[in-house]
């Protein structure tokens, strides 16, 4: 079975100043991963995946991530954040096809990042 | 309408009361998901269907009974619910759920159980 270890339910920082939300994750076999973003009173948007090839993901509004096989990790970061990226953070993982398990999305507990001036 | 939408946005319900949930899917997907999302707690996955047939059934109570007539729409039928209930509920789909890939979430229904 795999499952999704987010240690921060909290992240609080200063706008323009870079951010990194955390993720490790263990599975018997290979990954995808994925990053949502869930701003209030709306359902989750997909940020940026990462299913093969480069290592550096990049997403939307100006996310990156980088898979760490190694380590086991997929650490979600931000060179400068804005207000508006005050939002909860869900990193999340499948297994592809034809890994004898089924494709079965897992979430972790999420993040909050509260931006503040 | 475009990706995924879920009426009504927001339910308030007794009890005893009957009520249902729709999410219909604009995206040509062939499957679709129900989740909980409680606060403090990682989402729950309810339900799944795959060309309108339950694949997924994660040890829902009984008071929870999915519909899917089509491949586009996807149903909660909710009754004699308990206040721990209460939660946002998320309807999402994807290509194949067998592949692995990403999942387009509506904005889900938040509902409140007196």
């Known amino acids: 079975a795999q499952s999704v270890t987010q240690l921060d339910s909290q992240v609080p920082v200063f706008e323009e100043a870079p951010v990194e939300l955390r993720c490790n994750y263990s599975s018997s076999v290979s990954v995808y991963l994925f990053w949502y973003v869930q701003y209030p009173n709306q359902g989750l948007q997909l940020l940026l995946k990462y299913l093969s090839g480069s290592t550096l993901v990049k997403g939307i509004n100006g996310f990156e991530a980088e898979f760490n096989k190694s380590q086991t990790s997929f650490h979600l970061r931000k060179p400068s954040v804005h207000i508006s990226d005050t939002a909860e953070y869900f990193c999340?993982?499948?297994?592809?096809?034809?890994?004898?398990?089924?494709?079965?999305?897992?979430f972790g507990t999420g993040t909050r990042l509260q931006v503040t001036l | 309408e475009t990706g995924v939408t879920q009426t009504p946005r927001h339910l308030v319900m007794g009890m005893t009361n009957k009520k249902s949930l729709k999410c219909e899917q604009h995206?040509?997907?062939?499957?679709m998901y129900w989740y909980k999302q409680s606060a403090k707690k990682p989402l729950e996955l309810m339900f799944v269907?795959?060309?309108?047939?339950?694949?997924e059934n994660n040890s829902v109570p009984s008071r929870f009974s999915p519909e899917c007539p089509n491949s586009s729409h996807l149903f909660l039928h909710l009754h004699t619910l308990q206040p721990e209930d209460s939660a946002l509920y998320l309807c999402?789909?994807?290509?194949?759920?067998?592949?692995?890939?990403?999942?387009?979430f509506g904005p889900g229904t938040r509902l409140t159980v007196l």
């Open positions: 995206l040509g997907h062939n499957a």
């Open positions: 999340a993982v499948t297994t592809p096809p034809n890994t004898g398990t089924a494709s079965k999305l897992t």
């Open positions: 999402a789909s994807s290509q194949d759920w067998l592949v692995g890939d990403e999942q387009f």
């Open positions: 269907y795959s060309l309108e047939e339950r694949v």
